[in-house]
Structure formats: structure tokens, C-alpha cells
């Protein structure tokens, strides 16, 4: 008898799903329809600030596969429809179409929820006037695309909230388009995904390029024109005029929908699955992308991570498994990495305060290094951070802040974390050297050193 699989958004999570399980069971055997509330598909938030800036064309090229393309593999993509039910006693969805406003209720084997995360928007006065962008999804890049270029020529100015990576790569996709760009975050410091003294060093590399960055600074509220439209916002007491403002403030999981189906969520709100990313107590449930919580490989704690890295291997595990294969998604060490203009930004594992609010007694360690060995030429500085547990020496985590393929070094660190290493242990990796790369000594190798001998002063 044909199976059907129901999907529940059609983006990273939910088409990755959709396709591993469509490439191992044919459609006699199963049925698979996908329900999608927007108009895109299959499409890289991530590139939005590198289109916004004009760094790589968009929208169509941030589409990895478009309707057609799903259903010319056999996918039945319902398109601007949307899940407004799910009963799992009865295991059927209702999906509304949003055109016609017409509801169908579909009987399913196997249901995925991939309905992603939801933008937070500060509840301030103003925060939906007209020249407030996101930028979530296509449409708010594109009408954030048009805002721009409705300013015309002439001196702009770009208010960018929030100091996460999205804050920062906006601010960057800003200056790129000549706008003068302030960012307000609440944060001590730009990307709070750093300890404050690697912060630091983002802010100070933003305010060399010219960006002003105020920190520890809430929005209080937007100011707008007679018009209804934004001209600035008030922030900490101090009014901040700007032609534009963007909002990258964070997101949470969008369980709305399975919180009333009864599903069981985590403390930050993401549906709760086992290793194979079913949901809890719920034999054909499963779940993946940002609207999951996920197990942290080093605090052992759960954790809601937003990330398309994640979203991508879930889907795949959870295809293979309707597929009637076996696959497990075991956890994150938490590794992230961005940019601002031409300064890198990296980190894996633990905060210091992450470590000792999941008990560990953290020591660390900064070390100033090269991206090239010193005599080679374009060797530019960046500094690593190493953070280990008190005597045992497992490492803990890493942080990088420093310019051109100092980023990318996370890597090796994340690997290190994934298999439990000592930092000891990691002295002896046999990574990569040539002058044009790095040092002789990779400066995470300097970090581990240096690390041992902070972490041998605490036995
Ligand atoms: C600007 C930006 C930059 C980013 N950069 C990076 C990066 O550099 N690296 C990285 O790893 N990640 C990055 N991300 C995060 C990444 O894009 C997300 O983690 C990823 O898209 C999550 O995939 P998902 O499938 O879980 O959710 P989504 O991509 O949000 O897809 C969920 C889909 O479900 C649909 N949906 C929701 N509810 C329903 C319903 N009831 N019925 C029907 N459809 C529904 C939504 O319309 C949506 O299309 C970035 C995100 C943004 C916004």
C-alpha cells in the first residue's frame, strides 16, 4: 500500500526531507505532498546580505530548487498554503489555501513539521511603520532592495538593530551601499555569541570602518514622520535619525502550530525529538531545522540553534529514515562563523559563561597570531581564544576574531571539540602549513599551548 508523507514547510528542512525520502522510496510506495504558506522554496536566507549588498545577484540565484523542480521529482508542492492543524490522535492536517481560503484535510503516515523560526520584533511603538525591513525571507530583501533604492543617491543613513550576525552582516551589506550605519544592540558587546573581550574586538574593528556600534542600548521606540513612515529610533534616551531601519533581533522556533496539535517543546520553545529527530513519544512525527531544539555535544544541555547547517542534516536524517533507511543526528558543538566588511568572526563550543552555568571550571586563553607566516607577504593579525575545562584540560570551546581565512580555522577546532579532545591533545594535530596559509605554528596549535600550560597551573 502507498504511504504519503505530509511536510510541513518547504524550505532547508522540509524539502531536504522530502527529497532523501523521495530518493529512496519510489511514489508508488510513497506519496509525498509538501505544504509551503509563502510563494519560494528551497531558497538560502543566508544570501540575503550578500544580494542586499550587490555581492551575488538574487533572488533566483539564492533558489536552490523551485516548485517545479520539486514536482518534476514527484513532490506534490502545494505552494502560498498553509497547515493550519495538525491532529495527531487522527494523524491528518488541515492546509488552507491562501488565495481562495479554501481548507483541506489530508490523512498522513508520516508527517514532518519544518516550520522553521520566527523573526522576534521589538514590541516598541512604530516597529511596523513603512522603512522598517526584516530580512527573513526573499520578499523582505527584495522590499528592503526597493526601499533603498526609493532613497535615491545622496547621503543615507542606515539603522541596523541588533548585533547578532545577521545585525552585522546587514551593517556591512549597508556600508556597502554607501549608507552611513549605526548598530544598536543590548548586548555588552556586537555578536554576544563571543565572550565580551572578543566582542571587543568586533566593535572596535566596526567603529575603524566607520560604523558606529552603541552598545548595551535598547530600543525604546521607532520615530516616524506624519506620514507613518521611520525617520530613526529612540534608543537609551538618545534619538538615532536614519532613512532605513533594519531589524535583526533574533528569531525563536514557530511551534505555534505543534504546541496546539500537543507536542511536546523545550524550554526555549523548539519541538523536542530523539536522535533520529522523531518527535518525542511520537513513532511517526518527526521534526528538523529551526523550529527543533537540539542536544549541545558540550554542556550537554538542549539548545535552540537557527542555523541552515542544521537544517540541511536534518532533513537528510529524517528523509532517510521515512526512506526506510537509518540515520541520527547526535548533536552541535555550537560552531558559527561570519563576517563584517573584511574582519572574520568564528566560534565553537562554550562561552566562559556557558561553562560554568553548565558546572565546568573554565581557564582560558587569548594568543595574538598571523593569518601567513610573518615574512609573507599580506599577513594580517587575528587573535584566537581557547577555552578549557580546569585540570582534565578538555577543551571547551574557541573563538577567532582576525581578517582573510582566519575564520575557516574554527573548523579544526570544532572537529577537536566533536571527538572530546584535550588541549594537550590538540597540540600535537598535524594541520596544514605553508608561508601563504599560516605561521609554522597554526596559531590554534599556539592556543592549545599556550592553554596547556594555563590549564597544568590549575592541578
Ligand atoms: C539573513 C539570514 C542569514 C542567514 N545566514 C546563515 C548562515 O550564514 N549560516 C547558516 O547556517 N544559517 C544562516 N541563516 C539561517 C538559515 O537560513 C535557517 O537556519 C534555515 O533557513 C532554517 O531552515 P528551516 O527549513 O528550518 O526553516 P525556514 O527556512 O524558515 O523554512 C520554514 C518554512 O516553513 C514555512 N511554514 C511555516 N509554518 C508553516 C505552515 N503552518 N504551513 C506551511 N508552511 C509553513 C515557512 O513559510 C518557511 O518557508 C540565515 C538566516 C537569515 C534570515
Not at 532592495?145 to 543615507?156: F, H, V
Not at 546587514?170 to 554607501?178: D, L, Q
Not at 568564528?346 to 601567513?372: I, K
Request: hydrophobic fraction near 45%; charged fraction near 20%.
Amino acid at each position: 500500500m502507498t504511504e504519503r508523507l505530509v511536510v510541513v514547510g518547504a524550505d532547508a528542512a522540509g524539502m531536504s526531507a522530502a527529497s532523501q525520502a523521495r530518493r529512496m522510496r519510489g511514489p508508488d510506495d510513497l506519496q509525498i505532498v509538501a505544504f509551503e504558506r509563502s510563494t519560494h522554496t528551497s531558497y538560502a536566507a543566508c544570501g540575503i546580505p550578500y544580494w542586499v549588498s550587490g555581492d551575488v545577484s538574487g533572488p533566483e540565484a539564492l533558489v536552490a530548487r523551485s516548485p517545479e523542480q520539486h514536482r518534476s521529482r514527484g513532490i506534490d508542492l502545494r505552494m502560498s498554503t498553509e497547515v493550519v492543524a495538525v491532529d495527531v490522535a487522527a494523524g491528518t492536517v488541515t492546509a488552507r489555501d491562501l488565495a481562495t481560503g479554501a481548507e483541506e484535510t489530508l490523512a498522513y503516515d508520516h508527517l514532518v513539521l519544518a516550520t522553521g523560526a520566527s523573526p522576534l520584533r521589538p514590541p516598541v511603538p512604530g516597529i511596523d511603520a513603512v522603512g522598517v525591513y526584516g530580512v527573513q525571507t526573499l520578499d523582505d530583501g527584495a522590499a528592503l532592495l526597493a526601499g533603498l533604492e526609493a532613497l535615491g543617491e545622496g547621503p543615507r543613513r542606515a539603522l541596523i538593530i541588533g548585533g547578532g550576525y545577521i545585525g552585522i552582516e546587514m551593517a556591512e551589506a549597508m556600508c556597502s551601499r554607501g549608507l552611513e550605519v549605526t548598530v544598536i544592540t543590548m548586548g555588552e558587546e556586537p555578536m554576544d555569541t563571543l565572550d565580551p573581550d572578543m566582542g571587543r574586538l568586533v566593535h572596535e574593528a566596526m567603529a575603524a570602518m566607520g560604523i558606529d556600534v552603541r552598545t548595551a542600548t535598547a530600543i525604546e521606540a521607532i520615530e516616524t514622520d506624519a506620514a507613518g513612515r521611520a525617520v530613526g529610533a529612540r534608543a537609551g534616551g538618545e534619538l538615532f535619525s536614519a532613512d532605513l531601519v533594519v531589524l535583526g533581533t533574533g528569531v525563536r522556533p514557530n511551534t505555534a502550530l505543534a504546541a496546539a496539535a500537543g507536542l511536546p517543546l523545550g524550554q526555549y520553545g523548539g519541538l523536542v525529538t530523539d536522535r533520529r529527530m522523531r518527535v518525542q513519544g511520537y513513532a511517526n512525527v518527526w521534526a528538523g531545522g529551526d523550529c527543533v531544539e537540539v542536544l549541545d555535544l558540550v554542556s550537554s544541555r538542549r539548545v535552540a540553534i537557527a542555523l541552515g547547517t542544521h537544517a540541511n542534516k536534518h532533513g537528510q536524517v529524517i528523509g532517510t529514515n521515512v526512506g526506510g533507511g537509518y540515520a541520527s543526528f547526535p548533536g552541535v558543538v555550537r560552531t558559527a562563523i561570519s563576517k563584517v566588511c573584511d574582519l572574520e568572526i568564528a566560534r565553537t563550543g562554550l562561552r566562559e559563561a556557558d561553562a560554568v552555568a553548565a558546572g565546568f571550571e573554565p581557564v582560558s586563553v587569548r594568543v595574538e597570531s598571523s593569518t601567513r607566516a610573518g615574512y609573507y607577504p599580506g599577513a594580517q593579525p587575528l587573535t584566537v581564544k581557547m577555552i578549557a575545562e580546569r585540570r582534565t584540560g578538555r577543551l571547551l570551546g574557541v573563538q577567532i576574531v582576525g581578517r582573510e581565512a582566519a575564520a575557516k580555522r574554527i573548523d579544526a577546532a570544532a572537529v577537536a571539540l566533536w571527538n572530546r579532545m584535550t588541549v594537550e591533545e590538540m597540540t600535537a594535530l598535524d594541520l596544514g602549513y605553508a608561508p601563504p596559509f599560516s605561521p609554522v605554528w597554526d596559531p590554534v596549535l599556539i592556543a592549545a599551548r599556550k592553554a596547556v600550560e594555563a590549564v597544568n597551573r590549575t592541578r
